[in-house]
């Protein structure tokens, strides 16, 4: 067999249908593809690389997925900290939006983004933000995966004016990038409480039509709850349903509040859950039933949500934060298990965006979008099982080589596609120019 590449680690989680954990084996890749999955003393005699990469003491691991974030908010990381969410967003988060996000603050902030999350890791992350052509733009010149959030609301910002505006210019969107390799985009309404029945049912009927997922805050604390059965007399959750955007493509961020029938029909429907821990922890926002929603059947994916609300775009750490809080909310030290944690940050996360015939799992004929972590440190000896060492010790500074679509984007540790000091010099003097409009 010919490859272009072939890899030797020590260790390889396919994250496969067995939870597979393989020891000395390769992976070969040829057009952007995984070739061969094979023992290592089969490949080094059947398979003709043009490269070859002895990795010892690595684990390789298929992209993690960052199922929610705002990108660009890198840029207000640190900006309004230990406030409760609707404090954090009406006095201080969406003025200084306001005031400050144009297209130049979502292409510096995403740069930002992307090149913190592929240095930790993750190929894929889906988003929802002002001037998405922006951001995937940004991506798709990093070459990065993303699927970006054709994004709504009801009331008029710097992007749009009103909610036609908005759809309009998430519709070209969706056609400028309708056959491009790395980028997809969905719909990406921000929440019940922001965005009013007829768009609602506007974007469910698109949504269908275009065959593209949607993407909402949904239940994320619990005023937000009493605020619906104030104004629309029944939970957020019924009335989606009732709109009918409890479907099989809705991702709902959030769900810290759940009850026994919404869970069964999340399960019915087929709908997907993206959970976001660190943000609901640092909020206060309450805490999502996972053991509940995976023993039910349901897809849940992992997201980081914005860097002004984690603080950081870490989903290896956002994997060891599920798998911790997940026990603790269950009441069971065998709740949400490392495997499940890693299902979570990868196919769980490709399921939800549609994406599992491409990405989410190292399987022959998957796009080779790969993860190599050195667990030559201190932090990870010894090794008796690489999935939990992975969840439970590793760090992303140990994350060293990625690769999407075959291409590597970061090597030894170093990104090939953006330039660090420049990204870092411009996230600055944003810095500097916000902080020094406030005093
Ligand atoms: C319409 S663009 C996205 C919008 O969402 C805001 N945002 C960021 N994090 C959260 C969150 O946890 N809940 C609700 N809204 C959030 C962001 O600031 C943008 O305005
Ligand atoms: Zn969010």
Same mark, same amino acid.
């Given at each position: 067999m010919q490859a272009e590449l072939v890899i030797y680690p020590q260790w390889i989680l396919p994250v496969d249908r067995d939870n597979r954990q393989l020891t000395n084996h390769a992976l070969a890749i040829a057009d952007g593809r995984i070739v061969a999955i094979v023992p290592a003393a089969e490949a080094r005699q059947s398979i003709h690389a043009q490269q070859v990469l002895e990795l010892p003491e690595h684990v390789l691991i298929p992209g993690l997925v960052n199922a929610h974030t705002h990108a660009a908010m890198t840029l207000l990381r640190g900006l309004a900290d230990d406030l409760p969410l609707m404090t954090w967003l009406h006095d201080y988060i969406w003025p200084t939006e306001q005031r400050w996000v144009d297209a130049e603050f979502v292409r510096d902030g995403t740069r930002l983004a992307v090149l913190e999350m592929l240095c930790g890791g993750v190929t894929c992350y889906h988003d929802m933000y002002f001037h998405p052509e922006v951001t995937a733009q940004v991506t798709a010149d990093a070459g990065m995966r993303a699927v970006i959030g054709m994004i709504v609301v009801d009331f008029p910002t710097g992007y749009a004016a009103n909610a036609d505006e908005y759809l309009s210019k998430g519709l070209a969107l969706h056609a400028a990038y309708r056959d491009h390799p790395l980028i997809r985009v969905a719909f990406a309404p921000h929440s019940p409480y922001a965005v009013s029945d007829a768009p609602l049912q506007r974007i469910n009927a698109l949504a269908a039509q275009l065959d593209v997922p949607i993407h909402l805050h949904l239940h994320e604390t619990h005023d937000e709850i009493v605020q619906s059965e104030r104004d629309h007399g029944q939970r957020p959750f019924q009335r989606l349903d009732q709109l009918g955007l409890i479907n099989s493509r809705l991702l709902a961020i959030h769900m810290t509040q759940l009850n026994d029938a919404e869970i069964a029909r999340l399960a019915e429907t087929g709908a997907h859950v993206v959970h976001c821990p660190e943000s609901n922890l640092k909020l206060a926002s309450g805490f999502c039933p996972v053991e509940k929603l995976l023993a039910a059947g349901v897809n849940v994916a992992l997201g980081t949500d914005g860097a002004a609300s984690n603080?950081?775009?870490n989903i290896l750490g956002e994997m060891r934060t599920a798998a911790l809080l997940g026990k603790g909310v269950a009441g069971s030290a065998t709740a949400v298990s490392a495997t499940a944690a890693l299902r979570m940050a990868t196919i769980n996360g490709a399921l939800a965006l549609g994406l599992a015939d491409e990405i989410g799992s190292l399987e022959v004929g998957k796009s080779a979008d790969i993860v190599a972590l050195d667990f030559n440190d201190l932090h990870t000896q010894p090794v008796y099982h690489p999935g939990s060492q992975l969840v439970y010790a590793a760090s %992303? =500074? =140990?994350? %060293?080589q990625v690769w999407i679509r075959g291409h590597q984007v970061v090597r030894d540790g170093v990104p090939t596609s953006l330039d660090s000091a420049e990204v870092i010099a411009a996230a600055r003097a944003w810095g500097k120019r916000i902080i020094d409009s406030a005093v």
């Open positions: 603080n950081d775009l %992303r =500074q =140990q994350v %060293r």
